[in-house]
């Protein structure tokens, strides 16, 4: 296998807002396929198992580009919520806009210096919401894998957002840090505007013309496998291929910061690598 190199680097986008990247590269290949991860809500590309997969896909003869989101709350401190003032500023809409331009720039060259012949993205838990939506519409996405992939971005009950629209913010707490991380009232009003329409999930689901593989942890107690379920009974069956994994959660058992892989994980990297390879139609020898 030839040599591999990582590079970081920044992304002002068309809202003027930097993007922090990550590209995992063969420098001496000049057409090889590039899977994109998107990461979710309160996570960042260097969250737990994110650097270890992209190494792993890497390992496997991808190019690999994992990017924060502008308004994910992490800025230069690379793995701690120092942006909290951005996060309350976050929305689906900011988000879909940004996957977009990142699989269009790719698309076009302009992180890798070469067109790639194909494109494929990972995303978890809300990262595989807003990819179902991408991939839905952007037609540079050439084969779609989703962990933990949420069916619905509405996800507050009418009690919260009384109090949210009350206050003019809502308070989530990050178990990890201890951090109360609030979101604007702008951030609801983007939910409930498009919930119907551009952000519907199952519109996407059935819009979707691609490879879709969804895996989801029977023991998820933060995003229910009924989402995947749902999203799976949405899909065209020709597509699409769910896989459930016995005894593991939201994270497969991956926490931050990383201290290693276990046998569910192993299993999905592997089952996910697989994936690309055939829906890539990827040589592997190559």
Known sequence: ???????????????????????????KKNNLPIIILVHGFKGFKDWGFFPYTAKFLNEKGFNILSFNFSHNGVGNSIDEFDQLDKFEKNSISLEVSELNQVLNKTSEGFFTNYKPLKLGLLGHSRGGGVSILCSSKNHKVNSLCCWAPVCRFDRYTNRQKIEWRKKGYFEVLNTRTNQIMRMSLETLDDIEKNKYDKHNIEKAVKLLTIPFFIIHGEQDLTVNIKESE?????????????????????????????????????????????????????????
């Open 1 to 27: 296998m030839n040599e591999r190199m990582k590079k970081s680097f920044q992304f002002q986008t068309d809202e003027n807002n930097i993007i922090n990247l990550d590209l995992w590269i063969n420098d």
């Open 230 to 286: 749902q999203i799976y009974k949405w899909s065209n069956k020709n597509l699409t291929r769910f896989e459930k994994i016995e005894s593991a959660g939201h994270t497969f058992g991956i926490a931050h910061p990383f201290s290693g892989t276990n046998k569910y994980f192993d299993k999905i990297l592997n089952l996910t690598a697989d994936f690309f390879i055939k829906s890539l139609n990827f040589n592997i020898t190559n």
